[in-house]
């Protein structure tokens, strides 16, 4: 059986509300918090799979190390949000074969 998996930004207001959401239904989930424990690119490509989403789909385009100008190639903007996770939109939930950016 998987456990499910929250990356999680303890400073972010939506991220604390969907751990909060977890915690008051009881649901057992392992917390990640991606900005101490980067995922690896395989990972961060694996979720981005699972959501259906390209890295440029789910980069906070806010962030001072968002890369306005580097071309839609995905192995280059996972490279660099594995490089600056604080661009990897937050929080995402991933499920078994399922994941969600909870906002």
């Known amino acids: ?36 424990d980067v995922p690896s690119a395989q990972e961060l490509d694996h979720v981005l799979k699972l959501l259906g989403k390209e890295p440029w789909e789910i980069a906070r385009t806010k962030e001072a190390a968002y890369p306005a100008t580097l071309e839609h190639d995905r192995a280059k903007w996972i490279e660099h949000m594995v490089a600056n996770p604080s661009l990897i939109e937050r ?13």
């Open 91 to 103: 929080p995402i939930v991933i499920n078994g074969d399922k994941a969600r950016i909870e906002r």
């Open 1 to 36: 059986m998987h456990r499910m998996e929250i990356w999680h930004n303890p400073r972010c207001s939506k991220s604390r509300a969907a751990k909060q959401r977890l915690d008051d239904d009881n649901i057992a989930y392992t917390e990640r918090r991606y900005l101490d």
